[in-house]
Nanobody, 127 residues
């Protein structure tokens, strides 16, 4: 079982930055592909960003490309999401997700590909 704990959410103004962190309680973190998703009120959970187990590949939703950066530190069992130039439409609960990988090194971009989820952290961007 993998436990994921997100942190770093908050209330900011449009144009500000936030950095989300996700700490994973697993010994083999370096074998897990990681992703960030978000869910706004009344909407489905959507993909934001993903990183392969090695950190060598990343993928972003078009809506955040150029503004958000996903990274990981396998020595600290942590994945981060740096969010710059935040917009009101970025307001949502942000979730960290994990999937153990046995073959290949590609980012995973759909909800159903992930096995483990955190509880989420709220990000609110005011205009």
């Amino acid at each position: 079982q993998v436990q994921l704990d997100e942190s770093g959410g908050g209330l900011v103004q449009a144009g500000d930055s936030l950095r989300l962190s996700c700490a994973a309680s697993v010994l083999t973190f370096s074998t897990y592909a990681m992703g960030w998703f978000r869910q706004a009120p009344g909407k489905e959970r959507e993909f934001v960003a993903a990183i392969s187990w090695s950190g060598g590949s990343t993928y972003y939703a078009d809506s955040v490309k150029g503004r958000f950066t996903i990274s990981r530190d396998n020595a600290k069992n942590t994945v981060r999401l740096q969010m710059n130039s935040l917009k009101p439409e970025d307001t949502a609960i942000y979730y960290c997700a994990a999937k153990r990988i046995y073959f290949g090194d590609s980012p995973l971009t759909t909800r159903t590909q992930y096995d483990y989820w955190g509880q989420g952290t709220q990000v609110t961007v005011s205009s």
